[in-house]
């Protein structure tokens, strides 16, 4: 490749003679196949979830050549990884780590900060490096997805022992989903509480390994080693005993910018011997307030073993339809039409869908404290994937609650032509007046933008989240609330665009006015939620601010994650 013409972006503050430098020495570090100068707009192709890019979001609700790539780079080795981070320094070119980039929804692969240069470390450095039967845990590269641990299993005839949890989709990587603290849905459904051990690239190049990773396991007699560091095997007990001595550390690298990951534990569920999902269909959309209150009890007490969903009818629809099968309006779907849907799908205004796991002694006795319980809720019915014989969303979610990697939920992305989305991830008390006033809250605004509620309350174990993405409303769980509403727009579509950005900028303000906050979010908007978590006159970020500049004094790795700008990239000159 030729290093001579600049990108389409320069990092801010580099002229072209020092990129082109940093360049030429990168290439030499990895090799010319696995570095990518992103020169035009000719360069900047939407992908698929398939085929992820690189270069900027796949689903830009900004302008497509905003959050854009200078370069991209493939290291295939932790000391190229360390390479490439003394390189960033001595230049000072800003880096933007991904695993796999399918953060769709919270913006994929796509840098922060224009012009960084994104490190795929997916591509090549993709080995499950141990699964242990008797541990129940995996030790993971970055590039190593849901499914891909999934066939790892079976391969190996693993399956019957050890259990995976994956989000919706499978396609993530198991350490990228983990550090933006995704979630899944069988009980090991809280991806970092059950990770274990971390192995990171300091912005300095130098390599640490957190908890009992940084107490040396003695060489076994006989064994060669080749010398890298990298290489040593980690401690018996690094991917055991997730704390270690001393202050626990593995937080600051989780939404954070200071640290690459390049190697992670994550448990694994043992079989729990027996297995069964269910769905039980709520008929009126005020159902969810007494929904939510028969939920957090059963969840405490852990009846409710796994992260249960409380899904909204749009939600389901779009998997089995687009909204042209539905309606011939453009507008907000009306409730008479819900309720139509409804009938057509044989669902509910809201499906809850959940999982038994134990022998048939034990699945038998939470079933029937379950459904005594959920019988309250008028017009309930309850459905296990035998009963239903055309395909449904429960013959998903039946995968999904066992960990078996799946791509089904994808098609709610395309409700309107051109879909994408944005998520919109509100944490809550899990009680039905808080359900209900947040569910008021986020549809009303959804409506007002032009766009159909789709989402979800998933329950965790104190609070609920609530999804949202423009035009659907999605929410995962820990009990906590989450609620996911899930945003879906015309990418094509600059109004649709805007709405859909206007949109979540106001329901973050609406929330954060009834003292609700987000856990997660898109790039766009990570300065916005950054500067609602402010009590005390902002100490969380003073906080995270002299820890950045502390450990990232050149500021290279990462400058805006999460709202945390360095010295280096003022936050007053690059916020949003
Ligand atoms: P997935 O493909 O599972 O959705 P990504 O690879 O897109 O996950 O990672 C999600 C986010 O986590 C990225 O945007 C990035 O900010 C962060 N991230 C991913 N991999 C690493 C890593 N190895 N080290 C540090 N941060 C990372």
Same mark, same amino acid.
């Given at each position: 490749?030729?290093?001579?013409?600049?990108?389409?972006?320069?990092?801010?503050?580099?002229?072209?003679?020092?990129?082109?430098?940093?360049?030429?020495?990168?290439?030499?570090?990895?090799?010319?196949?696995?570095?990518?100068?992103?020169?035009?707009?000719?360069?900047?192709?939407?992908?698929?979830?398939?085929?992820?890019?690189?270069?900027?979001?796949?689903?830009?609700?900004?302008?497509?050549?905003?959050?854009?790539?200078?370069?991209?780079?493939?290291?295939?080795?932790?000391?190229?990884?360390?390479?490439?981070?003394?390189?960033?320094?001595?230049?000072?070119?800003?880096?933007?780590?991904?695993?796999?980039?399918?953060?769709?929804?919270?913006?994929?692969?796509?840098?922060?900060?224009?012009?960084?240069?994104?490190?795929?470390?997916?591509?090549?450095?993709?080995?499950?490096?141990?699964?242990?039967?008797?541990?129940?845990?995996?030790?993971?590269?970055?590039?190593?997805?849901?499914?891909?641990?999934?066939?790892?299993?079976?391969?190996?005839?693993?399956?019957?022992?050890?259990?995976?949890?994956?989000?919706?989709?499978?396609?993530?990587? &198991? #350490? @990228?989903?983990?550090? +933006?603290?995704?979630?899944?849905?069988? /009980?090991?459904? *809280?991806?970092?509480?059950?990770?274990?051990?971390?192995?990171?690239?300091?912005?300095?190049?130098?390599?640490?390994?957190?908890?009992?990773?940084?107490?040396?396991?003695?060489?076994?007699?006989?064994?060669?080693?080749?010398?890298?560091?990298?290489?040593?095997?980690?401690?018996?007990?690094?991917?055991?005993?997730?704390?270690?001595?001393?202050?626990?550390?593995?937080?600051?690298?989780?939404?954070?910018?200071?640290?690459?990951?390049?190697?992670?534990?994550?448990?694994?569920?043992?079989?729990?011997?027996?297995?069964?999902?269910?769905?039980?269909?709520?008929?009126?959309?005020?159902?969810?307030?007494?929904?939510?209150?028969?939920?957090?009890?059963?969840?405490?007490?852990?009846?409710?073993?796994?992260?249960?969903?409380?899904?909204?009818?749009?939600?389901?629809?779009? &998997? #089995? @339809?687009?909204?042209? +099968?539905?309606?011939?309006?453009?507008? /907000?779907?009306? *409730?008479?039409?819900?309720?139509?849907?409804?009938?057509?799908?044989?669902?509910?205004?809201?499906?809850?869908?959940?999982?038994?796991?134990?022998?048939?002694?034990?699945?038998?006795?939470?079933?029937?404290?379950?459904?005594?319980?959920?019988?309250?809720?008028?017009?309930?019915?309850?459905?296990?994937?035998?009963?239903?014989?055309?395909?449904?969303?429960?013959?998903?979610?039946?995968?999904?609650?066992?960990?078996?990697?799946?791509?089904?939920?994808?098609?709610?992305?395309?409700?309107?032509?051109?879909?994408?989305?944005?998520?919109?991830?509100?944490?809550?008390?899990?009680?039905?007046?808080?359900?209900?006033?947040?569910?008021?809250?986020?549809?009303?605004?959804?409506?007002?933008?032009?766009?159909?509620?789709?989402?979800?309350?998933?329950?965790?174990?104190?609070?609920?989240?609530?999804?949202?993405?423009?035009?659907?409303?999605?929410?995962?769980?820990?009990?906590?609330?989450?609620?996911?509403?899930?945003?879906?727009?015309?990418?094509?579509?600059?109004?649709?665009?805007?709405?859909?950005?206007?949109?979540?900028?106001?329901?973050?303000?609406?929330?954060?006015?009834?003292?609700?906050?987000?856990?997660?979010?898109?790039?766009?908007?990570?300065?916005?939620?950054?500067?609602?978590?402010?009590?005390?006159?902002?100490?969380?970020?003073?906080?995270?601010?002299?820890?950045?500049?502390?450990?990232?004094?050149?500021?290279?790795?990462?400058?805006?994650?999460?709202?945390?700008?360095?010295?280096?990239?003022?936050?007053?000159?690059?916020?949003?």
């Amino acid at each position: 490749m030729t290093t001579n013409a600049g990108p389409l972006v320069l990092p801010p503050g580099t002229t072209k003679e020092t990129f082109a430098a940093f360049i030429h020495e990168a290439i030499r570090v990895v090799g010319p196949d696995n570095v990518t100068v992103i020169r035009s707009q000719n360069d900047l192709k939407d992908g698929t979830y398939e085929n992820p890019i690189y270069t900027h979001d796949i689903y830009h609700v900004m302008d497509k050549d905003y959050m854009i790539a200078s370069a991209v780079i493939l290291p295939g080795s932790v000391p190229e990884v360390q390479e490439i981070v003394r390189l960033a320094g001595k230049f000072q070119i800003p880096l933007w780590p991904t695993s796999i980039g399918r953060n769709v929804g919270y913006g994929g692969a796509a840098p922060r900060l224009p012009g960084s240069v994104v490190l795929n470390l997916g591509a090549r450095m993709n080995r499950v490096l141990e699964v242990s039967v008797e541990g129940a845990y995996a030790l993971v590269e970055p590039g190593v997805t849901f499914a891909g641990l999934y066939d790892y299993l079976v391969k190996n005839n693993l399956q019957d022992k050890l259990w995976i949890d994956v989000p919706d989709i499978g396609g993530g990587s &198991v #350490l @990228g989903n983990t550090l +933006d603290r995704g979630v899944g849905y069988t /009980p090991y459904g *809280d991806h970092w509480m059950m990770h274990c051990g971390l192995e990171v690239v300091l912005p300095t190049g130098e390599l640490m390994r957190t908890g009992m990773g940084a107490l040396p396991q003695p060489p076994e007699k006989g064994r060669k080693h080749s010398g890298r560091v990298d290489e040593e095997p980690g401690n018996k007990c690094w991917q055991l005993f997730p704390y270690g001595f001393g202050p626990y550390n593995d937080g600051l690298f989780s939404q954070s910018n200071l640290g690459i990951v390049t190697k992670m534990g994550i448990w694994l569920m043992p079989n729990p011997g027996g297995y069964q999902s269910y769905l039980i269909t709520l008929p009126r959309e005020e159902d969810l307030q007494q929904a939510v209150d028969i939920i957090r009890p059963l969840r405490l007490q852990m009846v409710l073993q796994n992260v249960p969903t409380l899904r909204h009818i749009l939600l389901d629809a779009g &998997v #089995l @339809g687009r909204k042209k +099968d539905y309606t011939s309006s453009n507008g /907000p779907i009306e *409730d008479a039409e819900l309720d139509t849907i409804c009938k057509k799908l044989n669902l509910g205004r809201w499906n809850f869908y959940g999982a038994l796991y134990g022998p048939e002694p034990t699945r038998k006795a939470l079933w029937s404290v379950i459904k005594t319980a959920f019988s309250a809720i008028k017009g309930a019915k309850f459905f296990f994937p035998e009963d239903i014989k055309e395909y449904c969303v429960l013959h998903v979610r039946d995968k999904t609650l066992q960990g078996i990697p799946t791509f089904d939920e994808l098609k709610w992305v395309d409700w309107i032509p051109n879909g994408a989305h944005l998520f919109f991830s509100p944490i809550s008390k899990v009680t039905g007046d808080d359900a209900m006033l947040q569910y008021s809250v986020t549809k009303k605004r959804v409506r007002e933008a032009g766009f159909d509620f789709i989402g979800t309350f998933t329950v965790g174990l104190r609070e609920m989240r609530e999804y949202s993405s423009y035009e659907f409303l999605y929410m995962p769980l820990i009990p906590s609330l989450d609620h996911i509403v899930c945003i879906v727009f015309d990418r094509n579509d600059n109004d649709s665009k805007k709405r859909a950005h206007g949109l979540i900028k106001t329901l973050i303000a609406d929330c954060a006015a009834h003292g609700w906050g987000e856990y997660r979010t898109h790039l766009a908007l990570m300065d916005q939620i950054a500067e609602t978590y402010n009590w005390n006159e902002n100490i969380l970020m003073r906080f995270n601010e002299s820890i950045k500049n502390a450990i990232d004094p050149k500021g290279i790795l990462a400058p805006g994650k999460s709202g945390v700008w360095p010295a280096a990239y003022p936050k007053s000159v690059y916020k949003l």
